[in-house]
C-alpha cells in the first residue's frame, strides 16, 4: 500500500479558507489509476456484514474526531482574527503607525519553521537535523534550492503581497470600525474566484459567479450606509484593496509555486518574515524622521497592543495554513466570517455605531456569498445523489409495508371463503 504524503498547495478554486497558501492533498492513487493485476483483484466476501459494519463505524469515528478539531480550529481562528482586530484599533489611539505595526507583525514569520521543527520532532519517527530538514525543504524551490535567482523571482515578491495585505488591512482600521472591516475582506474568496477563473482556468460555477456579485452588491451598500462619506470610502476602498492582493497572493502562489509540503510552507513563511526585515525596515525609520508615523519616544509605544496583535496573528495563520491537517478547509473558513457577528458584538458593546437596515442588509449579503463560495464543486451532484436514495429507500420501505400487509390479506380472504362453504 502506498503511504500517505500529506502535502499542501494553495487555493484550488475555492475550497482553501480565506488566508491559507495551504491545502492538504493525499497521494494515494484514485482507481481508474490502478494496475490491471491490482485492478482485477476481487474484494473479499462479507457474508455477515460484520466487516461494512465495522468500517462504517471507523469512518463515522474519524469524520466525529475531524468535526471536533474542526470545532476547536474555528474557534481559534474566529478569536484570534476578532482579537487582533480589535487590539489593532485599540493600539492606533496610542500609536498611530499602521505600516509600523505591520512590520513589527510580519517579523514574527520567524518562528514558523522553528515551530514546525519543534513538531516534526515530537512526531516524526526518522529525526533529522535542522540543517537537514533545511535541506530537504528547500527542495521545494527547485533542484539547486534557494539559490538567489529564485529568491528575487519566486520569493521576495510575495514578501511585497504579503506586506501590502496587511498594511492596507490595518491602515483601513484606521478609516472605518472593525465590523465593516472585517466584513468587506470576507470578499476576499469572491477575488480569488474571480482570478482563479481567469488566470488558472479554474471550472466555471454559475453559483461562484452569484457569489461574486453578491460581494460586489455588499460593497456598494456598504459604501452606501455610510452616505459616500471621504473617510468611509476611503477606508472601504483599502480593505477592498487588501482582499484583492491577498487574492493575487493566493492565486500567483499556486501559479508559479505550486503545492508544498508542510514543512517547505513552514520554510516559506519564515523567509517572508526575513524579507520583511531585511527589504523593508528602513521604511518605519523614514515614516518616523518625516513624522508621518511619529511617536515621542519608545516609552509611549503600547508594546503589550503590539505583541499581542504580533501574537494573535502568528495563531490566526498557524491554524489558517496548517490546522487543514486535522480537519476540513470548510469549518475554517466558517470561523472567519464567524468574526464578522463577533466583532459586531463587541463594537456595540465597546463604541457608538449604529447598525443601520442597509449596514446589516450588506454584512449578511457579503457573508451570504462567502458561503456560497464554500459549496464544493460537485455540489448540485451530491444533492441529485442525496434525493435519489432518498426516493430509492421510500419506495423500498413502502414495498416492505406491501409485503407485511399482503399474507394477511391472503388469510383473512381463505378464512372468509372457508366460512360460507361451512354455512352451506
Same mark, same amino acid.
Given at each position: 500500500?502506498?503511504?500517505?504524503?500529506?502535502?499542501?498547495?494553495?487555493?484550488?478554486?475555492?475550497?482553501?479558507?480565506?488566508?491559507?497558501?495551504?491545502?492538504?492533498?493525499?497521494?494515494?492513487?484514485?482507481?481508474?489509476?490502478?494496475?490491471?493485476?491490482?485492478?482485477?483483484?476481487?474484494?473479499?466476501?462479507?457474508?455477515?456484514?460484520?466487516?461494512?459494519?465495522?468500517?462504517?463505524?471507523?469512518?463515522?469515528?474519524?469524520?466525529?474526531?475531524?468535526?471536533?478539531?474542526?470545532?476547536?480550529?474555528?474557534?481559534?481562528?474566529?478569536?484570534?482574527?476578532?482579537?487582533?482586530?480589535?487590539?489593532?484599533?485599540?493600539?492606533?489611539?496610542?500609536?498611530?503607525?499602521?505600516?509600523?505595526?505591520?512590520?513589527?507583525?510580519?517579523?514574527?514569520?520567524?518562528?514558523?519553521?522553528?515551530?514546525?521543527?519543534?513538531?516534526?520532532?515530537?512526531?516524526?519517527?526518522?529525526?533529522?537535523?535542522?540543517?537537514?530538514?533545511?535541506?530537504?525543504?528547500?527542495? @521545494?524551490?527547485?533542484?539547486?534550492?534557494?539559490? +538567489?535567482?529564485?529568491? #528575487? /523571482? !519566486? =520569493?521576495?515578491? &510575495?514578501?511585497?503581497?504579503?506586506?501590502?495585505?496587511?498594511?492596507?488591512?490595518?491602515?483601513?482600521?484606521?478609516?472605518?470600525?472593525?465590523?465593516?472591516?472585517?466584513?468587506?475582506?470576507?470578499?476576499?474568496?469572491?477575488?480569488?474566484?474571480?482570478?482563479?477563473?481567469?488566470?488558472?482556468?479554474?471550472?466555471?460555477?454559475?453559483?461562484?459567479?452569484?457569489?461574486?456579485?453578491?460581494?460586489?452588491?455588499?460593497?456598494?451598500?456598504?459604501?452606501?450606509?455610510?452616505?459616500?462619506?471621504?473617510?468611509?470610502?476611503?477606508?472601504?476602498?483599502?480593505?477592498?484593496?487588501?482582499?484583492?492582493?491577498?487574492?493575487?497572493?493566493?492565486?500567483?502562489?499556486?501559479?508559479?509555486?505550486?503545492?508544498?509540503?508542510?514543512?517547505?510552507?513552514?520554510?516559506?513563511?519564515?523567509?517572508?518574515?526575513?524579507?520583511? @526585515?531585511?527589504?523593508?525596515?528602513?521604511?518605519? +525609520?523614514?515614516?518616523? #524622521? /518625516? !513624522? =508621518?508615523?511619529? &511617536?515621542?519616544?519608545?516609552?509611549?509605544?503600547?508594546?503589550?497592543?503590539?505583541?499581542?496583535?504580533?501574537?494573535?496573528?502568528?495563531?490566526?495563520?498557524?491554524?489558517?495554513?496548517?490546522?487543514?491537517?486535522?480537519?476540513?478547509?470548510?469549518?475554517?473558513?466558517?470561523?472567519?466570517?464567524?468574526?464578522?457577528?463577533?466583532?459586531?458584538?463587541?463594537?456595540?458593546?465597546?463604541?457608538?455605531?449604529?447598525?443601520?437596515?442597509?449596514?446589516?442588509?450588506?454584512?449578511?449579503?457579503?457573508?451570504?456569498?462567502?458561503?456560497?463560495?464554500?459549496?464544493?464543486?460537485?455540489?448540485?451532484?451530491?444533492?441529485?445523489?442525496?434525493?435519489?436514495?432518498?426516493?430509492?429507500?421510500?419506495?423500498?420501505?413502502?414495498?416492505?409495508?406491501?409485503?407485511?400487509?399482503?399474507?394477511?390479506?391472503?388469510?383473512?380472504?381463505?378464512?372468509?371463503?372457508?366460512?360460507?362453504?361451512?354455512?352451506?
Amino acid at each position: 500500500m502506498k503511504k500517505h504524503s500529506a502535502r499542501v498547495a494553495p487555493l484550488s478554486a475555492c475550497n482553501s479558507p480565506v488566508l491559507t497558501i495551504t491545502k492538504v492533498q493525499g497521494d494515494e492513487r484514485p482507481r481508474e489509476n490502478l494496475t490491471p493485476a491490482e485492478a482485477q483483484v476481487p474484494a473479499a466476501p462479507d457474508t455477515e456484514g460484520q466487516s461494512v459494519t465495522r468500517c462504517c463505524l471507523k469512518l463515522t469515528a474519524s469524520q466525529a474526531r475531524k468535526i471536533c478539531w474542526g470545532v476547536a480550529v474555528l474557534l481559534g481562528v474566529c478569536l484570534s482574527w476578532t482579537g487582533s482586530t480589535q487590539l489593532a484599533k485599540l493600539a492606533f489611539r496610542k500609536f498611530d503607525a499602521p505600516f509600523t505595526l505591520t512590520w513589527f507583525a510580519t517579523n514574527w514569520n520567524f518562528l514558523f519553521f522553528p515551530l514546525y521543527y519543534i513538531g516534526h520532532l515530537y512526531t516524526s519517527t526518522e529525526k533529522q537535523s535542522p540543517k537537514q530538514r533545511y535541506r530537504e525543504c528547500c527542495k @521545494f524551490f527547485g533542484d539547486d534550492g534557494l539559490t +538567489v535567482k529564485v529568491f #528575487f /523571482t !519566486k =520569493v521576495a515578491p &510575495f514578501g511585497v503581497l504579503w506586506t501590502l495585505t496587511n498594511y492596507l488591512y490595518l491602515h483601513a482600521l484606521r478609516k472605518i470600525n472593525t465590523t465593516d472591516v472585517s466584513a468587506l475582506f470576507c470578499c476576499n474568496k469572491a477575488f480569488v474566484f474571480l482570478l482563479s477563473w481567469i488566470v488558472l482556468r479554474d471550472r466555471f460555477m454559475g453559483v461562484r459567479i452569484v457569489a461574486a456579485i453578491l460581494a460586489i452588491a455588499g460593497i456598494v451598500m456598504m459604501t452606501y450606509a455610510d452616505g459616500f462619506h471621504s473617510h468611509s470610502v476611503i477606508g472601504i476602498a483599502l480593505v477592498v484593496g487588501s482582499a484583492s492582493v491577498s487574492a493575487l497572493y493566493k492565486v500567483l502562489f499556486k501559479l508559479i509555486l505550486g503545492s508544498a509540503k508542510f514543512g517547505e510552507a513552514a520554510l516559506f513563511l519564515t523567509i517572508l518574515g526575513g524579507v520583511n @526585515f531585511v527589504f523593508f525596515s528602513f521604511i518605519p +525609520v523614514i515614516l518616523y #524622521f /518625516t !513624522k =508621518v508615523e511619529y &511617536f515621542d519616544s519608545i516609552d509611549a509605544v503600547p508594546w503589550g497592543y503590539l505583541c499581542g496583535v504580533s501574537v494573535l496573528l502568528l495563531t490566526f495563520n498557524i491554524l489558517v495554513n496548517f490546522g487543514i491537517a486535522v480537519t476540513y478547509p470548510t469549518l475554517i473558513s466558517l470561523g472567519i466570517v464567524l468574526s464578522v457577528p463577533v466583532n459586531a458584538a463587541v463594537d456595540h458593546y465597546t463604541s457608538e455605531i449604529s447598525f443601520n437596515t442597509v449596514r446589516v442588509i450588506a454584512m449578511l449579503t457579503i457573508s451570504l456569498g462567502f458561503l456560497l463560495l464554500l459549496l464544493p464543486e460537485e455540489w448540485d451532484q451530491r444533492i441529485i445523489k442525496l434525493l435519489t436514495r432518498l426516493k430509492v429507500r421510500k419506495k423500498e420501505e413502502a414495498a416492505e409495508g406491501n409485503g407485511e400487509a399482503g399474507p394477511g390479506l391472503s388469510w383473512s380472504r381463505r378464512a372468509r371463503s372457508s366460512m360460507s362453504n361451512f354455512t352451506h
